[in-house]
């Protein structure tokens, strides 16, 4: 049971990260709306908050056009949701071990 649980704890690992990189990707391909709509000031507070530098000196268009070219950062760093995935993972493991020992199989 425990080369089972392995494998399939290694697929789910797989499965998260190619998840993962999927959203990073989409996120930075969804166009970012309503900055056409924000005034100078509120567009230099979002590349701040975003890190990105060298913006001061920006016009409007070129501060919109810096923003959309960046994609934003995801809001939760992966390497922080591991340990939530882990305990998932050990969570499923435990509850297939206790179908399989109902089935009887070890």
Known sequence: M???A???RSNLRELAQAD???LRELDGALPIDGLDELNLKQLKERC???GLKGTS???KAELIARLREEPAAPAVKPASDLPVLEARLDRMEALL?????HLGVT
């Open 57 to 59: 000196g920006l016009r």
């Open 20 to 22: 993962a990189r999927l």
């Open 48 to 50: 701040r908050q975003r």
């Open 6 to 8: 392995e494998a399939l």
């Open 2 to 4: 425990g080369r089972i």
């Open 97 to 101: 071990v206790r179908i399989a020992a």
